[in-house]
């Protein structure tokens, strides 16, 4: 199964939930019509008029539909409002704190670095990570709705008892949700339960407010019969609603618990194929087992949210959201005992700050990869529809790959590119023209007018380090950047999109890394911060004149002038549903402006058509037997901006 | 039955309409909580780039000693200012925004800043020091980190600036009171040479 097929399944998943929660509503809706008939039934029978029992009031129970699923869903639309789409809120509500990009503490520093690889082993951008401080129990989530705008959270327990390689695991678990799709359907879940807890809240509500109404009637001494009855009536409201209300939780739970349970297996599962190391993921469980706070949370709202973590928050056999550790354990590795050994606080040291696995493994294969990239054009010929096969599933090599970076990375620019300042400076010292140009001349005098002092002596003081990376480093490294970047207050994240923009237009025309950054930086930075998408252009035209203008750009870009229709028509061949009588469009329609345009519209086509444009964009770049670097990260773009996220090239 | 119906009606309209106005105050509460986490969040940045700072001056004074003998007073002088500079960061740290905390931390860096502008200022009567490697290493990794603090401490301030408006106008001011929501106290330290210019040119 690929990413496009567990992203529709993720999808179902959600229709699915819908149908089960519809349900539990009309539960939630009959119980309310019978406990309100009863009453009412039961009060007028000393009336002068009693009502008859009658099974069927429809007037009542249209009445109470309405009202209940009414209030349903206002509190479960609230509650998916007020998360909104980024996975910071359910941190934060969580009490989760942001770990600043550049921590100096060597727990939270190695915690980083794994998170750093992982997110570049994966193509996603680099998530913040939050911790929660006051939880010992070993525990960790993902939130959010997209790779975009995912978080990752951790406990302080996890940081002190779980050596690198376990870490390593929690979190390879946690970005196979990131990558799965679960986290949207998590959040959703959040918000209906919400929904249906307010129906038990009303009750509560009632009942309190009826105790305070009760107790000072009954100072005041003025026990009138009728006001006697009505407060008992009320009084029954409130508690059928309360108990109502908690059966409905109960259904809910058990809802979600079965969602949830599955899900978690898929997660264990990816975290051994992606990291290729059932240890790190294995050991982590035991230490869960073998901890005396196990995985428990003590957060406030840490049951509304417990699907969404490693391990089960809230103690309860009947909603497990997780599979029970032995049975999580056995599916990694089938000789467990059963046998916790006992967990204990582990100091981290220096050397934990990258993967040892790495050291060895990445020297040679990485130099190996690299010598191959150069010799052999016929490896190369296989590797765009490799790269679309890896998305969304990152293979051991991309994460060798990418600590190999994070690496050479921590003894060249790692205190800058995590830190706000020195993000900054390094991104505009990317973007400035080599030496001699006359360009860079003209960038330079439009950083000195628009931009602080300051960014402009760190510029200085970082551009010589930043001229030593290889080419294919620099984008990697501006990824890395995004954390520090969005720490940015909003204006100086406004001065910087402003800056980047100048620079990049300075000499009127785009290269495939400025576009690259414009994308992977300045788009990303934009929805983090702002929750919104206000910063894309609108998409021109439908999704087939979007298909047609990235294919015929990358007709133009990736071969020569009389390769160009054939590069287009052996795109097109993969795909003849969508490509029927499609013609490459002029040269002068196909800038990398106007991608970009095109590029807004395909980000919500369906999965299986995304699929399909991507074997045909890979096609066309291998049609004419040469691929180039920038080809590739071309494609990578191109995979991001439709929400697929690519692993690097290597 | 109309009347009743009319009843009916009416509460539900205007428990709606209550339903809706609760709400609408959370969110005004669930904003103030979200900026407030944020300018938190921003001083964490300032800490981080502070404390490495205070490691650094250190190092730097121990190379300095070796030649520089005859100013032990003012090499002295700085690590105590750094100390009290030191402590008064981690009342910070555990305390953003608070009045007293963030004023106590800015005077102890003016006084830092006064002490390491005069130790420079001497140290460059030393020919050998100023060749000296490893003192020219840590001093632009000084500078570095002094620009990385101020460049933080903007984006700080912008952060509380932001809370405080939010406290102060309507509506957030009627959830602000209620929910003990203080307002912040901006952290103004001039301790980056590039900071200082900049503000003459800007005025």
Redesign the interface.
Known sequence: MDFFEHQDRARRSTSMLIVYFAFAVLMVVLSVYAALLGIVVFASKDSERPIQFLAWHPQLFFGVSIVVTGLIALGSFYKIWSLGDHGENVALALGGVKIPANTRNLDERILLNVVEEMALASGTPVPPVYLMEGEQGINAFAAGTSPQNAVIGITRGALSTLKREELQGVIAHEFSHILNGDMRLNLRLMGLLNGILLIALIGYWVLRILGEVGFRSSRSNNNEKGALGLVAAFALVGGALVAIGYIGVFFANWIKAAVSRQREFLADASAVQFTRNPNGIGNALKRIGGWAQHSRLKAAHAAEASHMFFGEGVVSNLFATHPALPVRIRRIDPKFSGEFPVTKNVVHSESELIDPRSLSLARSSFAGVHQAAVAGADRHEQQPQEAVSNIGEPRPQHLVHAQHLVDELDQLLAEDVRDPLGAVAIIYAMLLAPAKDPVRAKQLVLLCKASNSLVNSEMNRVSAKVDRLAIEQRLPVACLALPALSQLSPSQANAFRNNVRNLIEADSKWTVFEFAIQRFITKRLVRRLTDSKTDDAPASGSQLQGFQTVLSTLAYLGSEASFVESAFSAGAAKVPKLSRGLVILPRDQCTLKTLDQALNGLEFARNADKRDMLTAFSACIAADGKVEVSELELLRVISDALGCPMPPVV | MTTTMFI?IGL?VAG?IL?IFL?YL??IY?NL??LR?RY???F??I???L??RYDLIPNLVETAKGYMKHEKETLEAVIKARNSAMSAGQQAAANPGDPTAMQNLSTAEVALAGSMTKFIGLAEAYPELKANENMLAIQ?EL??TE??V???R???N??VT?YNTACEEFPGNLVAGFGRFTPATLLEVIS?P??R??VK?QF
């Open positions: 009916i539900l709606g339903v709400f959370v969110s669930n909580v979200t986490n938190k969040n921003g964490a940045q800490d981080v780039q404390k490495r632009e500078t570095s620009n990385k101020s460049y933080s903007q984006g700080f912008d952060a932001a980056a590039q900071e210019e900049a040119v």
